[in-house]
């Protein structure tokens, strides 16, 4: 009897070690890689969606002076739009679509401010990338190797 319960202790403790082992083996994607004991983050880009949502819906408030229930909306707004892309490029929101529910949630005066600040943005990134395409490539020692 004694023998036995000895022999169910150890059977217990060993599935107890494996489960522990094989809770730490995980495989990573991207930089991760592959191995035991990883830490890989499941929801990691949504984590940094939810964050650029958030910062977005502040800035709005602050440049737009967004009252309590605009604020609402604007961040619900803002999730829906990423949620449409996410699913797919053909039912993702347009931007005429957002224009559109923006300027039923914001009064004539923020909308157009609104508007400002966007095409301000668009001429911001224009201009970055306008100084990223005027930077010279370096000639090449292997130039001629390649043509």
Do not use: C
Request: charged share 35%.
């Amino acid at each position: 009897m004694k023998n036995l319960l000895n022999k169910l202790i150890i059977a217990a403790a060993l599935i107890i070690y494996a489960d522990g082992v094989t809770a730490q083996v995980g495989i990573g994607f991207g930089t991760n890689g592959f191995g035991i004991g990883m830490n890989i983050p499941v929801h990691k880009n949504n984590k940094k969606r939810s964050e650029r949502t958030e910062q977005q819906v502040q800035q709005l408030k602050q440049d737009l002076d967004l009252n309590d229930e605009q604020v609402v909306k604007v961040r619900s707004l803002l999730i829906d739009r990423d949620r449409s892309h996410e699913r797919s490029a053909r039912k993702a929101m347009t931007h005429e679509q957002f224009d559109q529910r923006m300027q039923e949630i914001l009064s004539a005066e923020q909308y157009t401010k609104f508007s400002e600040l966007k095409q301000q943005k668009r001429e911001e990134k224009k201009e970055i990338r306008k100084e990223d395409s005027k930077e010279p490539v370096p000639p090449s020692q292997w130039d001629d190797v390649y043509r």
